[in-house]
């Protein structure tokens, strides 16, 4: 009985030696380059002139089984990476778009709502760009009445009061930021009413897209 289990064994470990053998044979590759002036070389091993321009690994069949490219050089990987940096970029603004596209729709059912709601901001600018004119127009009868004052006390030689100079000089100082303000607003509401437009024609496109994915378009 044991003298059997001994040859069973025996036979066993016979039979993983062939089949290690059988499987060496069958991954043993060389490695398959061309040099900077072209010529073809084999090798049994990977030179680094290999790495350097790329080479392929074939098997023992001459068929090439992998290849890998050659060795980027600094410059190559810094052009890389800026690329990579600029899709990844354009990526996300492509992703933001839609995200905003998609907030548009769903905070607008309609091409009215949208309408009504950029409106009502031009109205609020408009509020304010009419409250600014008021006050404008108040400190320009205010300021006239203190220049009159002041020219009076001049035409009957006369310094004019310190408090009146001051008046004036606070006046003037007011009207000047109030008219940047007016015209700052004044701008706000010609860009808004311009983005109306286009913020209504690009409603028109994603509604249309939207409406088309529905339609299996």
Not at 13 to 36: C, F, H, M, N, P
Not at 71 to 92: G, N, P, R
């Amino acid at each position: 009985m044991r003298v059997a289990l001994r040859s069973l064994m025996l036979g066993c470990i016979a039979l993983s030696v062939v089949a290690g053998s059988a499987q060496a044979q069958t991954e043993r590759v060389r490695y398959k380059w061309r040099d900077e002036t072209g010529a073809l070389h084999y090798e049994d091993a990977i030179p680094p002139e290999a790495v350097k321009f790329g080479y392929e690994v074939v098997n023992k069949q001459g068929i090439t089984v992998r290849r890998v490219e050659r060795a980027k050089t600094a410059d190559e990987l810094a052009a890389a990476k800026a690329a990579a940096e600029k899709a990844a970029a354009e990526q996300k603004k492509a992703d933001d778009a839609a995200r905003t596209d998609a907030q548009m729709l769903a905070a607008y059912p309609t091409e009215d709502d949208l309408r009504r709601s950029i409106q009502a901001q031009i109205d609020l600018i408009t509020q304010n760009i009419q409250a600014t004119e008021i006050g404008i127009a108040s400190q320009e009868k205010n300021l006239a009445e203190r220049l009159n004052h002041a020219a009076e006390q001049e035409r009957i030689g006369k310094p004019v009061p310190v408090p009146v100079q001051k008046q004036i000089t606070t006046l003037k100082d007011g009207l000047a930021e109030q008219r940047a303000f007016l015209a700052r607003r004044t701008n706000d509401r010609e860009a808004m009413q311009k983005q109306m437009e286009t913020s209504i024609a690009h409603y028109r496109q994603i509604k249309q897209k939207q409406d088309d994915l529905r339609k299996g378009r």
